[in-house]
């Protein structure tokens, strides 16, 4: 079903805003669900982003604007001026988008890919109706005779910091021509220094990709409000990339009495289908505004040439796997082949007794400055395990997630090292009372 909303009061957003929706079907999994319960503090308070688009230069420009009209949303319905304006956190420079469709334009092929948590990967709408693949399914049906390859990466309960690691192998590795991000409701204020400098360089990862990606950022909110939308949005106005703003868009409604949270989520993060539709709207409103003014779009593209300080300490992060990754001794652990907490394969220590020793502890050879860790919580048989870099104990992590939702990856950065060098890290697990396991998912290093 294909439906045109032409909003006679979206005068007042400068330019003239067509909604579309084509849905489709081809995919039939369901989706896991997300840990991604992010902290609890809501970040500071950003302005509501709402820049004018300026298609002369393919830049975005805050300008005063004039009063919109409200009209009140019914669910299912049209968007309304209002929450389109809200949805614009940050209108962005424009010019990759517009390379992007006009490929589309010339029935070229192209690859959209989708990173993120568990929102992205389709929980509670599944792959059918996750905003991801609706959004794909739009840019097909506006585009006909191109061809549109649909990546989804994403996996529930991971954040930027895991993002930027996995970025090469399960984002890049496609040579997307598009990338959406969303990883707001999974980086929390638990780790805000280190989840700004992983989105940002997760940015310019992407931005200086072989294959030029345009990048749309998207900025997702749980029921209380809290998000990591405005720690994001310093580094997407920093480089004037787009990011279209959900929480915005949807607080302001429930605000008003139009619709309530659970109309779009069944529970306190997670868009149900009619959620996932909503948001596939203000992503594909934005989009059809590009298409509107493709021609009139020219300029320089945005300007990476400045990070801050440490905005490129993970631009080359990357995984090391049991896929491809020889450890310099296995212990008592194992390779299992099979998925933990989305990830292919884990190196896996199982125990019947829990008695270990130093004996059974796993030992990596690597080449790094920074290295981390993904390992297993786990709601039954956890353990902790001592990690040592260069034979010094660094930390104990605690693989313990009883009561929680599900088993899942998390991670933990070991060490930010003076420079790149040669290192040894040994995982060690303690003894416990009773049965024991393990998993290690991949070892982070940049």
């Known amino acids: 079903m294909k439906k045109f909303m032409a909003i006679a009061a979206a005068a007042a957003l400068v330019l003239s805003l067509t909604a579309c929706k084509n849905y489709t079907v081809s995919d039939s999994e369901s989706s896991a669900p997300d840990s991604s319960a992010a902290d609890s503090n809501t970040p500071d308070s950003a302005d509501s982003g709402t820049s004018s688009d300026n298609p002369e230069s393919g830049n975005s420009e805050s300008e005063p604007q004039e009063e919109i009209e409200e009209i009140p949303y019914t669910l299912g319905g049209e968007l309304t001026p209002t929450m389109i304006a809200n949805s614009r956190y940050n209108v962005g420079n424009q010019v990759r988008l517009a390379e992007f469709f006009k490929k589309l334009r010339a029935g070229e092929e192209v690859t959209v890919a ?188 945005s300007d990476f040439s400045q990070p801050s300080e440490s905005g490129e300490k993970y631009l080359n992060a990357k995984l090391l796997t049991p896929a491809d990754t020889e450890p310099a001794s296995l212990g008592a652990f194992m390779v299992r082949d099979a998925a933990f907490g989305g990830f292919n394969g884990s190196w896996m220590l199982k ?75 040994k995982i060690v697990p303690q003894s416990t009372d009773g049965a024991a396991a393990m998993y290690i998912s991949a070892i982070a290093i940049s």
């Open 114 to 301: 989708f990173l993120g948590g568990s929102i992205t990967q389709g929980s509670s709408a599944g792959n059918d109706l996750c905003y991801a693949r609706l959004t794909a399914n739009w840019i097909q049906e506006q585009f006909p005779d191109a061809t549109v390859n649909y990546v989804n990466a994403g996996i529930g309960a991971t954040g930027s910091y895991i993002g930027v690691h996995r970025c090469d192998n399960d984002v890049l590795s496609h040579d997307p021509d598009i990338v959406f991000v969303d990883f707001s409701v999974n980086d929390t204020t638990e780790r805000t220094e280190l989840n700004k400098l992983t989105y940002e360089s997760l940015m310019r990862k992407l931005w200086f990709a072989e294959s030029s990606p345009a990048v749309v950022t998207i900025a997702m909110t749980q029921d209380n409000g809290t998000s990591f939308q405005d720690y994001h949005g310093e580094i997407v106005k920093r480089y004037d990339i787009p990011m279209i703003s959900y929480k915005n868009a949807i607080l302001d409604i429930i605000d008003k009495g139009y619709i309530k949270w659970t109309d779009i989520s069944d529970d306190n993060i997670h868009p149900n289908v009619p959620g996932h539709a909503l948001l596939t709207d203000l992503i594909t409103n934005y989009l059809q505004s590009v298409i509107d003014n493709l021609d009139s779009i020219s300029g320089e593209e």
């Open 351 to 425: 125990s019947s007794d829990g008695q270990l020793t130093e004996a059974d502890g796993i030992e990596f050879n690597v080449t790094a400055k920074n290295i981390g860790l993904l390992y297993g919580k786990t709601v039954s048989n956890p353990v902790k395990a001592d990690i040592y870099i260069d034979g010094e104990l660094i930390t104990t992590l605690d693989t313990d997630f009883s009561g929680g939702w599900g088993n899942y990856a998390e991670f933990a950065e070991i060490a930010a090292l003076p420079e790149e060098g040669e290192h040894t890290l």
